[in-house]
T-cell receptor, first 112, second 112 residues
Framework: DSGVTQTPKHLITATGQRVTLRCSPR?????VYWYQQSLDQGLQFLIQ???????AKGNILERFSAQQFPDLHSELNLSSLELGDSALYFC???????????FGSGTRLTVV | SQQGEEDPQALSIQEGENATMNCSYK?????LQWYRQNSGRGLVHLIL?????REKHSGRLRVTLDTSKKSSSLLITASRAADTASYFC????????????FGKGTRLHILP
């Protein structure tokens, strides 16, 4: 157990639907990062939050949004889902200046 | 966009042999990190090397960094079957606003 908790582990949904992925960071970590991993695109950075504020944005589609709550957990919302959104979605957390990032075990999203 | 690029994309070696993976990156960095990912699982942080360091060891892992060539290498000595995984280099991540950018990884397969 890495200390970063992601739920659900697996999600199967239909095109056009909306889903919410949840991440609880490791205790004490203020930063949360979301990544998307697909076979053809590798591991793509989506978005970063630090202590409730958005800090950096990567290749995140307009159909996707995220937030970090006062208790530091984060949610990634994916809407108007397309087949190409099928991927593993990872959350990672870190303390500023720490040695590396701690990843959750991911949510496998399948859009059918 | 990818910052790091690993080479080779895939590597198969006999158990007991050494495995070397390389990473090249494009822009100036504060640090470079290596991660391991077992199939379908989350990434595990292996080692971080700072931009002012040239070599670092951790158990059977040896990482080198050449900032003049913008490259790094990861050496796994005396490989074991359990080392079978994908290995990613990642750059950045020491400052509050930094996110880490991953390469596409090297798939390492240890043959019995």
């Amino acid at each position: 157990d890495s200390g970063v908790t992601q739920t659900p582990k697996h999600l199967i949904t239909a095109t056009g639907q909306r889903v919410t992925l949840r991440c609880s960071p490791r205790s004490g970590d203020l930063s949360v990062y979301w990544y998307q991993q697909s076979l053809d695109q590798g591991l793509q950075f989506l978005i970063q939050y630090y202590n409730g504020e958005e800090r950096a944005k990567g290749n995140i589609l307009e159909r996707f949004s995220a937030q970090q709550f006062p208790d530091l957990h984060s949610e990634l919302n994916l809407s108007s889902l397309e087949l190409g959104d099928s991927a593993l979605y990872f959350c990672a957390s870190s303390v500023v200046g720490s040695y590396g990032y701690t990843f959750g075990s991911g949510t496998r999203l399948t859009v059918v | 966009s990818q910052q790091g690029e690993e080479d080779p994309q895939a590597l198969s070696i006999q158990e007991g042999e050494n495995a070397t993976m390389n990473c090249s990156y494009k822009t100036s960095i504060n640090n470079l990190q290596w991660y391991r990912q077992n199939s379908g699982r989350g990434l595990v942080h292996l080692i971080l090397i700072r931009s002012n360091e040239r070599e670092k060891h951790s158990g059977r892992l040896r990482v080198t960094l050449d900032t003049s060539k913008k490259s790094s290498s990861l050496l796994i000595t005396a490989s074991r079957a359990a080392d079978t995984a994908s290995y990613f280099c990642a750059t950045g991540g020491m400052n509050r606003d930094d996110k880490i950018i991953f390469g596409k990884g090297t798939r390492l397969h240890i043959l019995p």
